[in-house]
């Protein structure tokens, strides 16, 4: 028998969704997830997918895969700190040091896992937190995790930022203060202020905790939003995702060898969940490689960024201030901003809309991540049915 108090709790919440039109149906795809992927029986242009780079259907990634399987298997195992560290995980821990010019790095399972277990290892109720207001979800869970007093700042308000340092500094409540922000803010494609951030950390001896997932393989030629603005020394701690430009799945934390060898006694997902699969270390190993190799793949990102945000905006749509490829499309009412993406996905565009509460009420927005993987033929498919579906509806 089930438990009443639990159906009753999800029927209420269930209906209560779907009545506010805020429940989220989940549209299988039913191809790999390339630049142009099949849901529902149709071919569309995908662009909403996070795989910046192409690597998530690149040949080299998937033969490394493959020949990890036949010669490790598909399971490390263990979790890493019993006998589930692997050559290949030290390996790649190796690389992802070498890459982002940091003395050490870890792995973790995912970018999730990492904010969840990196931040609650190095602060704990006696510290404090302060944290961009527009922070990645993950950022928020493991700050709450770690029971540290969680200080907002106003979104890349550096006045504010230099205000709350100020005083939590002053007022002599804390033993540790730590800054952290998203390296690459999603929703919009701006880029946090880090020699500002920096500057405001070294003068009130704050840690400085970046979270790269969107700004790796994109900014600094690939090695980041540290690398971009020569910081690689002066932040703390650099945490990224193997899953998005990366191509494949798992997160890391980059930076000095004390921090890295505490993390790995400290860091829970990392003692209590097991490791990484031989296939995905092993893909992410040879990412790196092809990123180390040559800038091609993130060249051909920013040209395909800019050749799609020309041509949206030459048709007169709102495309923000984004400093990356994402190219949000700003349509303002949210039943508006759901209908815009529905007709683009009938027309053959798959552009996810992002409405109230993930952005402020009235800035709905379709949002746009091409990538490298994008020919010109596709992104010019993609613009025409803008076009249209723009007229159509009498935004442009
Ligand atoms: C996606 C994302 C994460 C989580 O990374 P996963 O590897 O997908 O778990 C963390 N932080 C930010 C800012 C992200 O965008």
């Known amino acids: 028998m089930s438990s009443k108090a639990l159906d009753q709790f999800l029927n209420e919440n269930l209906n209560d969704l779907k009545e506010r039109g805020l429940y989220n149906e989940i549209d299988p795809v039913e191809s790999p997830n390339g630049p142009v992927i099949k849901i529902g029986g149709k071919e569309l242009v995908n662009l909403s997918s996070n795989n910046y780079l192409g690597l998530a259907t690149n040949e080299r990634l998937k033969e490394a895969a493959v020949e990890a399987v036949k010669e490790w298997g598909v399971g490390a195992g263990a979790v890493r700190t019993i006998n589930g560290t692997l050559a290949l995980h030290t390996r790649l821990e190796e690389k992802i040091a070498k890459f982002k010019s940091t003395e050490a790095a870890i792995a973790f399972q995912s970018g999730f896992n990492c904010n969840m277990g990196a931040i ?15 922070n990645h979800a993950s950022i928020i869970d493991g700050c709450r995790l770690s029971k540290a007093k969680i200080i907002r700042f106003n979104h890349s308000d550096m006045e504010d930022l230099r205000q709350k340092a100020k005083e939590a500094k002053e007022s002599g409540q804390y033993n540790k203060i730590m800054v952290i922000t998203d390296g690459v ?59 998005k430009a990366i191509g494949v799945v798992g997160g890391y934390v980059a930076g000095k060898q004390n921090l890295v060898d505490w993390l790995k006694v400290a860091a829970r997902p990392f003692l209590f969940s097991t490791s990484l699969t031989p296939a995905d270390v092993t893909a992410c190993t040879e990412a790196l490689n092809i990123l180390m190799e040559s800038t091609e793949l993130h060249d051909r990102l920013w040209e395909n960024g800019n050749y799609l945000k020309k041509g949206l905006k030459e048709l007169g749509f709102d495309i923000g201030d984004s400093e990356t490829p994402i190219t949000p499309c700003i349509i303002g009412e949210e039943k508006t901003t759901q209908k815009f993406s529905k007709r683009l996905y009938e027309e053959g565009v798959y552009a996810k809309s992002i409405v109230f509460p993930t952005v402020p009420r009235g800035t709905g927005r379709v949002r746009n991540m091409p990538t490298a993987a994008h020919t010109k033929e596709m992104l010019d498919r993609a613009i025409a049915i803008y076009e249209k579906v723009g007229k159509e509806m009498g935004i442009i």
């Open 120 to 134: 609650s290892a190095v602060m704990n109720k006696h510290d404090a937190i302060l944290s961009d207001e527009l």
């Open 185 to 243: 803010f999603s929703m919009d494609g701006d880029v946090a202020k880090l020699p500002e951030i920096v500057e405001i950390a070294e003068e009130f001896d704050l840690i400085t905790y970046v979270d790269d997932a969107h700004g790796s393989g994109v900014l600094g030629k690939g090695a980041g939003t540290v690398k971009h603005f020569g910081l690689s020394d002066r932040v703390d701690m650099q945490m990224g995702t193997l899953s």
